[in-house]
């Protein structure tokens, strides 16, 4: 007669097992067991509108490195990655967004698009070139400088997670 105890045991062995297959951020990697995040360039003063932002390009590779490693058990190489990430910032634009009673800005908003080129060694025509994009909204009282370190987090993890999906997620 089967006890508890062994319908508990093959119960936990079959949920452990279980457990190995999924992948709670939906990344598909395949074969791939490495990756490379070459250094974004900070091109967004060549668009109109755009301004420079020093220390920007730096600020985004890392970040956009540190999503992957964070998200999927590759590991980052300086060069020759079986998947490469590359790209330049094309866009760095503060708006105003709404108006006042008096004609003046009540919010801006800070926009930021990166343009991204992606390669698979290890999957025949998973490549890509694409523009991503996101925005952060903040009070026209407040000055860039104030709320500069959360709107790069807020829009730099949006424009990664959407790289990752495109790149990764195979749904």
Same mark, same amino acid.
């Given at each position: 007669?089967?006890?508890?105890?062994?319908? &508990?045991?093959?119960? $936990?062995?079959?949920? @452990?097992?279980?457990?190995?297959?999924?992948?709670?951020?939906?990344?598909?990697?395949?074969?791939?067991?490495?990756?490379?995040?070459?250094?974004?360039? #900070?091109?967004? &003063?060549?668009?109109?509108? &755009?301004?420079?932002?020093?220390?920007?390009?730096?600020?985004?590779? $890392?970040?956009?490195?540190?999503?992957? @490693? +964070?998200?999927?058990?590759?590991?980052?190489?300086?060069? !020759?990655?079986?998947?490469?990430?590359?790209?330049?910032?094309?866009?760095?634009?503060?708006?105003?967004?709404?108006?006042?009673?008096?004609?003046?800005?009540?919010?801006?908003?800070?926009?930021?698009?990166? +343009?991204?080129?992606?390669? +698979?060694?290890?999957?025949?025509?998973?490549?890509?070139?694409?523009?991503?994009?996101?925005?952060?909204?903040?009070?026209?009282? &407040?000055?860039?400088?104030?709320?500069?370190?959360?709107?790069?987090?807020?829009?730099?993890?949006?424009? !990664?997670?959407?790289?990752? #999906?495109?790149? $990764?997620?195979?749904?």
């Amino acid at each position: 007669m089967i006890s508890r105890k062994h319908i &508990s045991i093959t119960i $936990l062995l079959l949920s @452990l097992t279980g457990c190995g297959v999924y992948n709670f951020t939906g990344g598909d990697v395949g074969t791939a067991e490495t990756f490379t995040v070459n250094y974004f360039q #900070n091109y967004a &003063s060549q668009s109109p509108g &755009s301004t420079f932002d020093p220390g920007l390009d730096r600020e985004y590779t $890392l970040s956009l490195q540190d999503l992957i @490693l +964070n998200q999927t058990s590759l590991d980052l190489v300086s060069s !020759n990655g079986d998947l490469l990430y590359e790209g330049e910032i094309v866009e760095y634009r503060v708006s105003p967004m709404s108006a006042t009673a008096q004609q003046t800005a009540a919010q801006n908003r800070l926009s930021i698009s990166v +343009n991204v080129r992606f390669f +698979n060694k290890t999957k025949e025509g998973a490549e890509f070139e694409k523009r991503f994009s996101f925005f952060y909204d903040y009070p026209a009282t &407040s000055q860039l400088a104030t709320v500069r370190d959360e709107a790069h987090q807020v829009i730099f993890e949006r424009i !990664n997670q959407d790289i990752f #999906n495109e790149s $990764l997620a195979d749904w």
